[in-house]
């Protein structure tokens, strides 16, 4: 057997070196990448810039895929998909704004109040992708679950670990809140929550209850006046009053099947 030729011992330190470095998107790539600077008479510069995009775009895609599983989205929902035409109330051109994730840098939050159904969670699960995706730590609960979690920390002597984990993300979204009623106890964690990030970092709150009636939610109308005084103080505020999409498809589908066994008159 011949030996190799100073250029193929290169090669195979050069896969070394990525193998080394743990650059294995780049490695994979090498032969494909050589083979194309050879045909397209690439320079030195336009070679190692293409091999290493490889590798960059790589480690971009797992960090947007890691942020995305610690986001705990509930569904695959996008805000490409939402329908403006059935939510009137809803202004795209406000939520194309907020898709900038500009509000993020102001810790301004977000309240999206209407009855069930007419896309609170949607638009909420939409925002926080894009947040997620454009690299902001993002996390996405619920009301009876953030209360549930700090309700066990409290036993369980971990409060201060719990109050610093909702501290964290640049955007936290509560989910729900107005649908289980919160015991004492429940409304004052969540005013923590609350007050902790207050103009620090923005939450995007959904509530099937209207302000006026926060006082019964959380049992406690000073607690609720000093929560909606923090949340409200930044914020953009969305009101949808249309009808629920799920009813309208309910509707839709109870129409067809009423005109399929209504008896033909002929
Ligand atoms: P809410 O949180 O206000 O109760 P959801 O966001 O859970 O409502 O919406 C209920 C269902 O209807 C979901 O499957 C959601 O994807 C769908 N939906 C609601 N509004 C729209 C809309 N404007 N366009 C498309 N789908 C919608
Ligand atoms: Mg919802």
Redesign the pocket.
């Known amino acids: 057997m011949s030996p190799p030729t100073p250029e193929a011992s290169r090669y195979q330190q050069l896969r070394g070196h990525l193998a080394y470095l743990k650059l294995a998107d780049a490695a994979e790539a090498l032969p494909a990448v050589l083979d194309t600077a050879k045909t397209e008479k690439l320079s030195t510069t336009a070679t190692l810039e293409r091999l290493l995009r490889i590798e960059v775009q790589a480690t971009e895609a797992r960090r947007v895929a890691g942020r995305l599983r610690f986001a705990n989205l509930p ?1 695959a ?1 996008t805000l490409d ?4 035409d ?2 009137p109330g ?1 202004d795209p051109a406000l939520i194309a704004d907020l898709t900038s994730n500009r509000y993020l840098d102001t810790a301004t939050n977000i309240l ?1 109040i ?10 909420a699960v939409g925002l926080a992708r894009r947040a997620a995706e454009a690299g902001h730590r993002t996390y996405f609960t619920n009301a009876a679950d953030l209360a549930a979690r700090c309700h066990r920390a409290a036993i369980e002597g971990r409060w201060a670990t719990t109050m610093r984990f909702y501290a964290g993300p640049a955007c936290l979204i509560i ?2 809140l107005g649908y289980l009623p919160l015991p004492g106890e429940a409304a004052s964690a969540l005013f923590q929550v609350v007050n902790q990030r207050y103009l620090k970092s923005s939450i995007i709150m ?1 509530t ?1 209850r209207g302000i006026t009636s926060w006082g019964e939610v959380l049992g406690d109308t000073t607690v609720a006046a000093a929560l909606l005084d923090r949340l409200l103080h930044r914020s953009v505020v969305i009101d ?1 009053n249309g009808d ?3 009813l309208r498809d309910h509707n839709a589908r109870s129409d067809t099947l009423r005109r399929a066994i209504r008896p033909t008159t002929s």
């Open positions: 569904t929902a998909d939402f329908d403006y059935a939510q809803v999206l209407g009855p069930p159904g007419v896309g609170k969670t949607m638009l989910d729900e959904t099937n949808i629920s999409y799920r």
